[in-house]
């Protein structure tokens, strides 16, 4: 059995966090089983409660383990991988493994503001679709879309049905539209009240904030601003170097 190893560099909590890891990822401790109680990790590697709580903190606070009020600490769901690419959500959940889903929120038709057409790139009061969604994979809800799109792109879209559709798929085959470039920013935040109860988080909730804008043929078709739970969300990116010099 693993166990803490009081002459080491490395601090205690710190141990703890990486031996619960390890039982975490050799499935000891399967998803949504409860770990065992600070009492019991103190009994078993000899360390005081509030080294215990650290490392279980730690562990909370990096969306590893989840705390249920009186009832314990357990083993949350891993999270997804947010595609930092130009994929739709439907595709993006399609190639995990997952179901797609979707509900229309608010589909109507709306004049431009100067910020909106600077970043869609067309005139103040041009008309623009506006479509917000709520998505689910497997059932569960996941983001918030709000995608806008120039109505003279795709003039009868609003005739069109998304419940369950990828709204990318509906552009290229209808439109022929078809996203080859983009550009993403993404931002910390809260979730406010209507959105944290549509996406089942607490009020005040933590979410990722993204805001893309998407571009075909040298266009841009579609400036979308989504709402991810932060709870069910991670990014992953590769680092290089400086390039050096010869």
Do not use: N, W
Request: charged letters at 30%; one cysteine or more.
């Amino acid at each position: 059995m693993a166990h803490i190893d009081p002459d080491s560099p490395v601090p205690k909590y710190f141990q703890l966090r990486e031996i619960l890891l390890d039982l975490i990822d050799s499935d000891e401790f399967g998803i949504g089983a409860a770990i065992p109680s600070e009492r019991e990790l103190c009994q078993r590697f000899g360390l005081s409660r509030m080294t215990v709580r650290q490392a279980v903190d730690h562990l909370v606070s990096e969306g590893r383990l989840h705390r249920v009020p009186g009832k314990g600490t357990f083993v949350a769901r891993p999270k997804i991988e947010l595609a930092l690419q130009l994929t739709s959500f439907t595709d993006d959940m399609r190639a995990r493994g997952m179901i797609p889903g979707s509900r229309d929120l608010d589909r109507r038709v709306v004049r431009a503001s100067a910020h909106l057409a600077k970043e869609l790139g067309i005139q103040p009061g041009e008309e623009v679709h506006f479509i917000e969604r709520l998505r689910t994979a497997d059932g569960e809800p996941l983001s918030i879309e709000r995608a806008h799109i120039p109505v003279k792109l795709a003039p009868d879209l609003a005739d069109y049905d998304l419940s369950d559709k990828s709204l990318y798929e509906l552009l290229e085959r209808r439109y022929g539209l078809v996203m080859d470039a983009g550009e993403l920013t993404i931002d910390g935040g809260l979730a406010d009240p209507s959105d944290a109860d549509l996406l089942k988080l607490p009020r005040g909730g933590a979410v990722l904030l993204l805001q893309r804008r998407s571009f075909s043929g040298g266009v841009c078709a579609e400036l979308g601003v989504s709402t991810y739970r932060a709870d069910r969300y991670q990014l992953r990116t590769l680092l290089e170097g400086p390039a050096r010099r010869g």
